[in-house]
C-alpha cells in the first residue's frame, strides 16, 4: 500500500472514511491532479487545458466541476473565456477539514456515518438523503425527499427519490397514496422523480370481480361479512405496487394497484399505468401504452448492470454529468473501475 503523505497523515494510516474523504480532497484521477497542480501555478482557461491535455472542452469541464466541488478550485469569467484557478489557503482548508475528520474517526474508531455527513456537507454540499426539503435553493422548498416524510411501514422509499407537492402540504402517504390498507405495500426505489399530482391506487380499493357483482358486502360486517368473509378471502389479490430506482413520475398520473415499474423507465404525466412497465421504456396515455424504449437491449443490460444508483454517494456526485448526459457504455466503464479498486 502507498505511504504518500495527504493532510498530515500516511494513506496506510487511513481508515475507510478518511480514504473516501482523502479521494475527495487529493482527487485520484491523475488528470485531476495535473490540472489541480497547473492552477496552484497559475491560472489557466478551460480551452487551455482542452488543448493541453488532447480532449474536448467538455470532458475538461467534467474534470473541473469535480475539483470545483471538493473546494479545490475556483471557476470565473474573463471575457468570453472560462478560467480557473486555486490558492494554497484553499488547499490548505481542504487539508483541516481532513485531518480533522481523520481524528473523530480515529477517536470513534469506527466507521461513522454522522462523521461522513459532516464531511458532505462542509466539503462536497451533497443533499442528505434524510433531509425533508433539501435543496439549497430557498425557493424549493416543495420538492421534498420522500424517505423521511413517510411514517407508513406499508411505505418504503429509497435514499434521494423525491415528490414535488407543488407547496400545497399534506403528507404523501395521505394525498398521494389511496386505500393502503395493507398488506400490500408501495415499494419505491432510489433517485425516483414523483411529479405533482402523483396517485398510487392500492389494493384496498379494488371491487371483487369474479362473480356476477363487483359489490363489497364484506367491507360491511355484520351478517353481510360473516357470509363472504371466506369468499372474499379466497380472491386472488394483486401484489404489492414496486417502482424501480431512477424512475421519473409525471404529473397527475395514476398507477393501478399491484404494478410494477422497471428501472430507468418513464411516465407521461396523466397517464393510467393499467399494466407494469419494463426497464427504460417510456409509456404515456390512458390507458397507458408503451412508446419506446429509451436504449438499445445491450445498453439497457449495461445500465441494469452497473446500477449506478448503488454507487457510493460521492461516486455519483464525482460523476453526475456522466450520469445525466453520458452514455451507458461510460457508466459500465466508472462501475468496471470501481469494482477493481
Known amino acids: 500500500m502507498s505511504t504518500r503523505r495527504t493532510g498530515g497523515a500516511t494513506r496506510s494510516q487511513m481508515n475507510a472514511p478518511t480514504e473516501r474523504r482523502t479521494a475527495a480532497f487529493w482527487p485520484a484521477d491523475a488528470t485531476r491532479r495535473d490540472i489541480l497542480a497547473r492552477v496552484l501555478r ?3 482557461s478551460v480551452s487551455e487545458l482542452a488543448r493541453r491535455y488532447d480532449m474536448s472542452f467538455a470532458a475538461v469541464q467534467k474534470h473541473v466541476a469535480v475539483l470545483e466541488r471538493a473546494g479545490l478550485i475556483v471557476k470565473r469569467a474573463r471575457g468570453r473565456e472560462r478560467v480557473v484557478n486555486a490558492e494554497l489557503a484553499m488547499i490548505q482548508r481542504a487539508s483541516q477539514l481532513l485531518r480533522a475528520h481523520e481524528h473523530f474517526d480515529q477517536e470513534r474508531a469506527t466507521d461513522s456515518p454522522d462523521s461522513d455527513d459532516v464531511w458532505r456537507m462542509s466539503v462536497l454540499k451533497i443533499p442528505q438523503p434524510d433531509d425533508v426539503t433539501p435543496s439549497t435553493r430557498g425557493d424549493l422548498t416543495n420538492v421534498r425527499f420522500l424517505k423521511s416524510d413517510v411514517n407508513s411501514p406499508l411505505i418504503e422509499a429509497g435514499d434521494y427519490t423525491y415528490y414535488d407537492d ?16 395493507g398488506p400490500q405495500r408501495l415499494i419505491i426505489g432510489r433517485f425516483t422523480a414523483l411529479g405533482p399530482g402523483v396517485t398510487f391506487l392500492m389494493p384496498g380499493g379494488n371491487h371483487p370481480m369474479v362473480g356476477p357483482s363487483t359489490y363489497p358486502f364484506t367491507m360491511f360486517g355484520g351478517t353481510w361479512g360473516d ?14 405496487t414496486v417502482v424501480g430506482n431512477d424512475v421519473w413520475i409525471g404529473r397527475e398520473a395514476t398507477i393501478m394497484p399491484g404494478i410494477s415499474i422497471g428501472d430507468g423507465a418513464i411516465i407521461g404525466a396523466h397517464s393510467v399505468v393499467t399494466r407494469n412497465v419494463e426497464p427504460y421504456a417510456i409509456v404515456a396515455g390512458h390507458p397507458a401504452r408503451r412508446i419506446r424504449v429509451r ?3 445491450e ?8 446500477r449506478w444508483w448503488d454507487w457510493p454517494i460521492e461516486l455519483i456526485t464525482e460523476h453526475a454529468a456522466t450520469i445525466m448526459a453520458g452514455t451507458p457504455a461510460e457508466l459500465t466503464a466508472i462501475d468496471d473501475e470501481r469494482r477493481n479498486t
Open 299 to 306: 445498453d439497457v443490460q449495461r445500465l441494469m448492470s452497473s
Open 166 to 181: 407543488e407547496g400545497a402540504g399534506g403528507r404523501f402517504e395521505e394525498v398521494n397514496v389511496k386505500y393502503l390498507y
Open 295 to 297: 436504449f438499445a437491449p
Open 227 to 240: 357470509n363472504t368473509l371466506e369468499t372474499f378471502m379466497a380472491i386472488e389479490q394483486p401484489a404489492d
Open 42 to 44: 497559475e491560472e489557466q
